[in-house]
């Protein structure tokens, strides 16, 4: 593989603590290392703001239901495809490219490493597919354990060991990543046209409580030392009020440490806060509870959350949790696809339109805003947009725009319709704390990296780590004229490297890279009860049999990249 | 001895049944006998074994006869006729696996092809309508464990997807629908008396062509309003009845075919069934399912949209995907007289279209592969057999509930034979040297 050396560009990496410093990165097999020789390639970042490739904590860019969203909104391809160019394939789409034009777009913005955040099981084969057809960025997909009816049934009977020996199969056929959860029951409740709006209501016939479902996968997550922790989008989401369930889920973690060889600090991720941080009682009193809940998380040093800003923009919302969404269609009336997954899941999709124009929308920005301006560790909070659900990952850039410069935000507030009223129901008029360079670069690729429990591989810029770099046309000595510089900046990199490929020089596409699948291979002892277990289920109540279930072979993942956790000895 | 393999998937209708068995000759080379699977899905095994099997391509002759050629003079005749085509035509895919639809993506869009497959005379209507109002859907194991209300609505499991009924929505034990056929009610609406009607505890004789009305009564009775005495040549008492019992269950599902989306006011009527579901939402559970019809007709659309955007008639012409059904789809293209080349693979437009848009097949060059001799092979220039999908080779398929299966390879082709994906491939890596891409 070439060499190559970054020059004289201003540094931000966490992982070492470089504050901008003028500092030389040399490239070398894929990884970062101290030097190169003399016949490397020459990167002039003078001038230039030098980052590790930024790490994607949760978005829905493959599977089942982002593809559901491709095919029944051809709107969302109006002006926006792309054609054949260079290494690029042919694409299109706004808030649901396709999964080609999701790679390049990642890596023109500096992304390398990105999770799907919800795969349904059952359709893991889909997903991988997708995964596959998406170039360049290192790919996981967490699979949804909240509903699974083996979960619920092992959990009732606080069985740990079994749960974590299912987790463990789960992982392994699916060739998933970490545990995620969804509406912990409420979406198996769906599948009778039911819901669980709170951490105590009983799940219909498996009479279990979403507490219940949380707090057990927490310690079967730790019992084997996964990567990640348990990733959670709880009950309640998106309703006035919903502030308290998101406390009382977080609370659930009370008493829980991590262990794992990964680094990794916390039980809980709490993703997409901000759709769980409404205060008020309707949509006429609807306020925010971003300090509530940052509050809880600054104190508790055991959660890890992601933003989920809003964007405004037209978009596409698609989630695991198939009761919210036909609550959503009820409001807007747009169109509404669901699918419910045997056993295992549901989901569903409806278009959204975030306008400027609708207080609520102008209020679940700012609340969006609030949520990273107000924790005190960057390391902790991960800014996302819940592709595509707040808004298209396109727009990172301007999200950062919006924290790195309280002009920015307060000339948007300036032109909003409610402007009054996004000032009374949330407190973003008086924040002017701006996001610097090394905190975002803390927000966006050291602290999600950690939080995955790939604080060894990617995020950071330390000899021995994977060689993914991103170089930004700003200059961090020069003040900002203009707000909308920041956003230029961002939005396509003057260089980035995968793994010691260059895939990007001057925003253009120079290379598909080689892209990896991330999953975790996690060994534990032969448990026979949930061997006969999963057989049964196979049998007796899935459509398909057991035999045809995993995701084997080249055609699925044809480039893996497995974590090994042994959970023999515990 | 002989081998039996088991977790067979049956690549013929959109059911995807993966419980067969295949006994095997111990070389592999032999297929001896199926079990579990239905007459149609037997059939398409053993035929595999046919002794008067076209194993070579051919071309054919002025005269009208066929000439046998090699694979890499098919390949350069296929790779030839695309790159030298304005507006080409890709046809087909849904009887082949998802890694050759993505090969056969990569092809178009090189040549700057039109790419359809059999949704274009099939459910497409039903994708233009979840395009304008979505679709509550579930997966056929939701209707094995919960279904208590099943409605087949314009098809016949019966007779075209034979195993449907026994495996997800009639007969089956599922967790919460222990007594099998006894805890469910079978509504089917059909204008025949078919053997699926026969085994219905309600069937609703719908006049023919008057689908969207009996739609949009069902929708009215639900909300208790008034209703003329008739319907669609249904009483109005039997139409409150059905939705009675419809909203009476606890979990529901409408199945739907051909008999909708292409008979008269096509998309309209699947429209109208859509929003029939959302509004049994409001009183129950209910879901919706096409019940597609070519074992990988629903991969097809899975492939086009993630790679194109689109689930069909996607047009590449302009070197981006654009997508108009009417405008894009196969039919009116044929018809128009637009294309200047077809490429026709696992399906069968010569014994499906109508006539004035399979004459055009026969007057452009075109290419058809596929195993057997079907109409579309005769009328095409270049006959390419290749290798049984889901018998002689494996590979990605969608099931109609879009749960993707990987089918299995259980016996060797005859010696020789490429399969459509090793035929594709070098198709592309021809058509690369002759366009000058990288």
Redo the contacts between chains.
């Keep these: 593989m070439s060499e190559y050396i970054i020059k004289n560009g201003h540094v931000f990496d966490p992982v070492q603590g470089i504050k901008g410093d003028k500092k030389d990165i040399a490239i070398k097999d894929g990884k970062i290392v101290d030097k190169v020789g003399s016949g490397a390639k020459v990167i002039d970042a003078s001038g230039k703001t030098v980052m590790a490739g930024a790490v994607e904590i949760h978005a829905h860019i493959?599977g089942?239901k982002?593809?559901?969203g491709?095919?029944?909104?051809?709107e969302?391809?109006l002006f926006t495809?792309?054609?054949?160019k260079g290494m690029e394939?042919?694409?299109?789409?706004a808030s649901i490219?396709?999964?080609?034009k999701t790679g390049y777009e990642y890596a023109k913005m500096g992304y390398t490493t990105a999770m799907e955040a919800a795969m349904p099981p059952?359709?893991s084969?889909?997903t991988h597919?997708?995964i596959r057809?998406t170039p360049i960025i290192d790919e996981g997909a967490f699979p949804v354990f909240g509903n699974n009816w083996f979960v619920l049934e092992y959990l009732k009977n606080h069985e740990i060991e079994n749960a974590a020996a299912y987790i463990a199969w789960l992982l392994r056929v699916t060739k998933g990543y970490a545990v995620k959860v969804v509406n912990p029951g409420g979406t198996e409740a769906?599948?009778?046209?039911l819901n669980c709006l709170s951490v105590n209501d009983p799940v219909p016939?498996f009479d279990i409580t979403p507490a219940e479902i949380v707090r057990g996968l927490i310690e079967a997550n730790e019992y084997l030392g996964l990567p990640h922790s348990m990733h959670i989008h709880p009950n309640n989401l998106g309703n006035p009020g919903c502030y308290e369930t998101t406390l009382d889920t977080m609370r659930l973690a009370e008493g829980f440490k991590a262990k794992n060889k990964f680094g990794r600090e916390q039980v809980l991720h709490l993703t997409h806060t901000q759709f769980h941080s409404y205060k008020g009682t309707n949509w006429g009193d609807f306020e925010s509870g971003a300090k509530e809940v940052t509050d809880y998380v600054n104190k508790n040093k055991n959660i890890t959350i992601d933003t989920g800003n809003v964007t405004l923009d037209e978009t596409t919302t698609m989630t695991a949790d198939g009761p919210f969404e036909?609550h959503l269609?009820g409001l807007n009336h747009l169109?509404?696809?669901?699918?419910?997954?045997?056993?295992e899941t549901?989901a569903g999709?409806?278009p959204y339109i975030y306008s400027p124009n609708i207080s609520v929308c102008a209020i679940q920005w700012a609340i969006g805003l609030e949520i990273p301006l107000m924790m005190k560790d960057p390391m902790r909070c991960f800014i996302t947009t819940d592709h595509p659900n707040a808004g298209p990952f396109t727009r990172y850039p301007r999200v950062f725009k919006w924290l790195m410069s309280a002009k920015a935000r307060n000339t948007l507030i300036d032109s909003f319709k409610h402007k009054d009223k996004v000032l009374s129901q949330t407190s973003l008029g008086s924040l002017d704390r701006e996001i610097s360079l090394y905190e975002l670069a803390q927000m966006t690729r050291a602290g999600p990296a950690k939080s995955l429990g790939l604080s060894a591989v990617c995020g950071g810029l330390k000899p021995g780590m994977d060689a993914d770099v991103a170089v930004y046309n700003f200059n961090p000595d020069k003040p900002v004229a203009n707000p909308d510089d920041i956003e230029t900046a961002f939005s396509r990199c003057a260089a980035v490297f995968k793994s010691g490929v260059q895939v990007v020089s001057n925003g253009d596409i120079v290379s598909n890279g080689n892209k990896r699948t991330l999953w975790v291979d996690v060994k534990v002892n032969e448990n026979a009860q949930v061997a006969r277990d999963i057989s049964e289920k196979f049998v007796?109540?899935?459509?398909?049999?057991q035999?045809?279930y995993e995701a084997?072979?080249h055609?699925?993942v044809p480039n893996p990249f497995a974590l090994e956790v042994d959970a023999t000895q515990v | 001895m002989t081998k039996t393999i088991t977790d067979v998937i049956c690549p013929f209708c959109g059911t995807l049944c993966d419980d067969l068995e295949v006994v095997v000759s111990d070389d592999g080379k032999q297929l001896l006998e199926v079990y579990n699977s239905c007459v149609i899905g037997t059939e398409k095994f053993l035929h595999s074994q046919a002794k008067d099997r076209v194993t070579r391509p051919r071309m054919h002759q002025e005269d009208g006869s066929w000439k046998e050629v090699s694979y890499d003079e098919a390949v350069e005749y296929t790779a030839q006729m695309l790159a030298k085509a304005k507006k080409p035509l890709m046809f087909g895919w849904s009887s082949t696996n998802c890694e050759a639809q993505s090969v056969g993506n990569e092809i178009a869009e090189i040549s700057k092809a039109c790419c359809d497959n059999t949704a274009a005379t099939c459910h497409g209507t039903t994708l233009i309508a979840v395009q304008d109002i979505g679709l509550p859907s579930c997966t056929l194991g939701e209707i094995k464990n919960r279904a208590d209300r099943v409605v087949f609505w314009g098809c016949n499991p019966a007779h075209a997807h034979p195993r449907h009924m026994s495996r997800y929505s009639i007969f089956p034990r599922g967790f919460f629908t222990g007594k099998g056929q006894m805890s469910r009610k079978l509504i089917v609406v059909d204008p025949r008396c078919t053997d699926t009607a026969k085994m219905a505890d309600m069937h609703l004789q719908v006049e023919q062509g008057r689908d969207y009305e009996l739609l949009d009564a069902l929708r009215v009775a639900l909300k208790g309003e008034w209703l003329p005495d008739v319907v669609a040549g249904i009483p109005a008492e039997k139409i409150r009845e059905a939705a009675d019992t419809l909203k009476s269950g606890r979990f529901g599902i409408i199945f739907f075919g051909m008999g909708v989306t292409q008979s008269l006011s096509k998309n309209h009527n699947i429209d109208g069934a859509i929003a029939l579901t959302k509004d049994l939402n409001e009183h129950t559970k209910f879901s919706i399912m096409p019940m597609r019809g070519h074992y990988n007709v629903t991969g097809s659309g899975e492939v086009f949209a993630w790679q194109f955007g689109f689930p069909f008639s996607v047009d590449l012409t302009r070197g981006f995907p654009r997508y108009n059904p009417g405008d894009t789809s196969t039919i009116d293209l044929l018809t128009r007289g637009e294309l200047d080349a077809m490429f026709t693979i696992g399906s069968d437009p010569g014994a499906h279209f109508p006539i004035s848009a399979v004459k055009p097949i026969a007057n452009m060059p075109s290419v058809c592969v596929d195993p057997h001799l079907t109409p579309t092979s005769g009328v095409s220039k270049l006959h390419v057999p290749v290798a049984f999908n889901g018998v002689e080779c494996g590979g990605n398929c969608y099931r109609m509930d879009n749960v993707p299966i990987d089918c299995r390879k259980v016996v060797e082709p005859p010696e020789g034979m490429l399969t459509d994906e090793q035929f594709l491939i070098k198709v592309r890596d021809r058509l690369k040297q002759l366009k000058g891409v990288a």
């Design positions: 493959a089942p982002v593809n559901l491709r095919i029944y909104r051809p969302d391809k495809c792309t054609p054949t394939r042919m694409g299109g789409g490219p396709t999964t080609f059952l359709f084969r889909h597919e997708e057809d769906w599948a009778w046209g016939y036909h269609t169109k509404w696809a669901n699918v419910d997954v045997e056993l549901a999709v409806v007796k109540y899935y459509s398909m049999t035999n045809n084997l072979g055609h699925f």
